[in-house]
């Protein structure tokens, strides 16, 4: 049996492994923080909500870091991440809104003002889309990826994305009383 002994040089080697590690992850968090914000604040509608996505989904990309960072592209599947967390958010804020109107039945509400300008009622009406439409149109505008890249980020064909982004803006003419154009 032979016996390989620990030197201080193995030790260096493996701490700037390490490091690499490290540093390819804080560059990553640093130039992918604000993007994955945006994304998550035009699917939620929520800049609380769209930080508290954007952390949860940098803190689970970190703990995968060392299978995420072989993927072709890390940015494409930490984006599918961020959009599999809103919709487990909303499914689960739409639960707990269910059971606190049985709660509340009765009880006096306090209404809040709507918030006003194009941009808000522009979000507020993409956010009523199916969720998929609500995908493609963020990705879309918020990420500027094309249809290609969107197909890639959500694991469906270029042709759902060019049919979800058509009915999406069908929808939002129609909701927002605009003609759309050709």
Known sequence: MRVI??????????SVDVTIDRVSFEVFYSEQRRPLMALAYAVSGSRIAAEDLAQETLVAAYQSWDRIRQKENPGTWVRRMLLNKASSHYRRRLAEARVLAKGLVGVDRVEF????????????????????QVEVIALAYMEGLSQVEIARVLGISK????????????TLATALGLEEEV
């Open 113 to 132: 003002p709507e918030v006003t300008g194009d941009i808000d009622r522009i979000w507020a009406e993409v956010r009523r889309l199916p969720r998929r």
């Open 5 to 14: 002994p620990v030197t201080s040089e193995m030790d260096t080697e493996a």
């Open 159 to 170: 042709e759902s994305v060019n049919t979800h982004t058509r009915r999406a803006r069908q």
